[in-house]
């Protein structure tokens, strides 16, 4: 059973930074496609940023300069670095995975099969 928990969220004012953890289980992150979504109140869900089974990163252009995904194999957690943040960047950061597509790949934009409860991130101005 997979399972993803994340911990790292709070309040920051813009210009600050924020790392977010995701402790994983159940999975091999080898074929696995992880990464960040978040969903701010009346607003789509958006990918933030991805990590294949051989650690290519993928970035919204909303994040990218400013965000980092990582992971560290060794202790099943993947990270999100986020700096320079902006008010924008307020919502529910949830960590995800599912097993990689041969036909879609690893991108910000596939539908993921395990997401985690979440953790806020609050931008202030």
């Known amino acids: 059973q997979v399972q993803l928990v994340e911990s790292g969220g709070g309040s920051v004012q813009a210009g600050g930074s924020l790392t977010l953890s995701c402790a994983f289980s159940?999975?091999?992150?080898?074929?696995?496609?992880m990464g960040w979504i978040r969903q701010a109140p009346a607003q789509e869900r958006e990918g933030v940023a991805v990590?294949?089974?051989?650690?290519?990163?993928r970035y919204d252009d909303a994040v990218k300069g400013r965000f980092t995904i990582s992971r560290d194999n060794a202790k099943n957690t993947l990270y999100l670095q986020m700096d320079n943040l902006k008010p924008d960047d307020t919502a529910m950061y949830h960590c995800v995975a599912t097993r990689t597509s041969p036909f879609t790949g690893c991108s910000t934009g596939v539908s993921f099969d395990h997401r985690g409860q979440g953790t806020q991130v609050t931008v202030s101005s």
């Open positions: 990590i294949n089974g051989g650690g290519k990163t």
């Open positions: 159940g999975l091999r992150h080898e074929v696995y496609c």
